[in-house]
């Protein structure tokens, strides 16, 4: 049997995800927090150098299909359920960019 990969027209490298059973049956979640998890989480385990993704809030919003308030709050609440590790990074150009690592790899 042939498989078939759907390939988002906005995001032709959409990524896979990896989302551990632990957050997969966490009751507290939605499936929507779960899957932004999963592609935060595979993004960090592809990057052996750096461990963590930079995106704004806009990129994974849309990513996602929703808006970037809620997944402002999405990210607050797997950082208050230690899913995940937001670290702020002031550039020499004072443009500051956040890090997140899952906690799986550290931060």
């Known amino acids: 049997m042939e498989r078939t990969q759907y390939i988002h027209p906005d995001f032709p490298?959409?990524?896979?995800?990896?989302?551990?059973?632990?957050?997969?049956?966490?009751?507290?979640?939605?499936?929507?927090?779960?899957?932004?998890?999963?592609?935060?989480n595979y993004w960090t385990l592809q990057n052996?150098?750096?461990?963590?993704?930079?995106?704004?809030?806009?990129?994974l919003a849309k990513l996602i299909n929703t808006r970037k308030?809620?997944?402002?709050?999405?990210?607050s609440k797997l950082q208050k359920k230690k899913y995940i590790f937001l670290e702020y990074e002031t550039q020499p150009d004072e443009k500051q960019v956040r890090k997140i690592y899952t906690r799986r790899t550290g931060g």
């Not at 052996?48 to 990129?59: E, F, G, L, S």
């Not at 308030?69 to 990210?75: A, F």
């Open 69 to 75: 308030d809620t997944l402002s709050t999405m990210l």
């Open 48 to 59: 052996q150098h750096k461990p963590y993704v930079i995106a704004t809030n806009r990129y």
């Open 13 to 40: 490298q959409l990524p896979n995800s990896i989302i551990p059973t632990k957050v997969v049956f966490d009751p507290g979640l939605t499936w929507r927090e779960k899957a932004l998890f999963g592609i935060i």
